[in-house]
T-cell receptor, first 114, second 112 residues
Framework: DADVTQTPRNRITKTGKRIMLECSQT?????MYWYRQDPGLGLRLIYY???????NKGEISDGYSVSRQAQAKFSLSLESAIPNQTALYFC?????????????FGPGTRLTVL | AQSVTQLGSHVSVSEGALVLLRCNYS??????LFWYVQYPNQGLQLLLK??????LVKGINGFEAEFKKSETSFHLTKPSAHMSDAAEYFC??????????FGKGTKLTVNP
């Protein structure tokens, strides 16, 4: 079974809709991250969390919110989706010290906002 | 703040030729440096990483990278390209606050 799972894997929605992307991990890591990938722009950090009570904005947090429901679950919400949020979204986890900074990625969610 | 530059958004090589993908980070020396690979329609997987010690790092599938502090570089190489190496490659130095800073990626095409 995959260590980092994301649901849904693909989603098409309409402008103005609220949508939630979910991430679960079985690695026991305390650090979790949400990125978006756009062609030619690499991965950009949206939010990151060091534990359930420690959530931080990344470089492109506007239009997004997150919830860390448990150590193993980290959800990303788009309160009112817009077309330029069409992208590939990745969740990642890390045990920063033990893994020397390595992050472990989920398979991604492809989101299309019409 | 940490920044990273990957020279060349697209690189094309012939099968069997040398692969060289360039990565330069900003002047502050990161504690860790990574190369990740993304095969078509897949997520990211670790190719190799530099932490401490030997500056020449070997990774999976015959890739290696050399950390050169004086040049602020961490270029990725493979002596002989294979068709299966076609993918997008991302350089990622560690930034502050336990984050990685990803480059914009280099898409590698391998021609038969």
């Amino acid at each position: 079974d995959a260590d980092v799972t994301q649901t849904p894997r693909n989603r098409i929605t309409k402008t103005g809709k609220r949508i939630m992307l979910e991430c679960s991990q079985t690695k026991g890591h305390d650090r979790m991250y949400w990125y978006r990938q756009d062609p030619g722009l690499g991965l950009r950090l949206i939010y990151y969390s060091f534990d359930v009570k420690d959530i931080n904005k990344g470089e492109i947090s506007d239009g997004y919110s997150v919830s860390r429901q448990a150590q193993a679950k980290f959800s990303l919400s788009l309160e009112s989706a817009i077309p330029n949020q069409t992208a590939l979204y990745f969740c990642a986890t890390s045990d920063w010290i033990a893994s020397a900074g390595e992050q472990f990625f989920g398979p991604g969610t492809r989101l299309t906002v019409l | 703040a940490q920044s990273v530059t990957q020279l060349g958004s697209h690189v094309s090589v012939s099968e069997g030729a040398l692969v060289l993908l360039r990565c330069n980070y900003s002047s502050s020396v990161p504690p860790y440096l990574f190369w990740y690979v993304q095969y078509p329609n897949q997520g990211l997987q670790l190719l190799l990483k530099y932490t401490t010690g030997a500056t020449l790092v070997k990774g999976i599938n015959g890739f290696e990278a050399e950390f050169k502090k004086s040049e602020t570089s961490f270029h990725l190489t493979k002596p002989s390209a294979h068709m299966s190496d076609a993918a997008e490659y991302f350089c990622a130095p560690a930034g502050g606050s336990e984050k990685l800073v990803f480059g914009k990626g280099t898409k590698l095409t391998v021609n038969p």
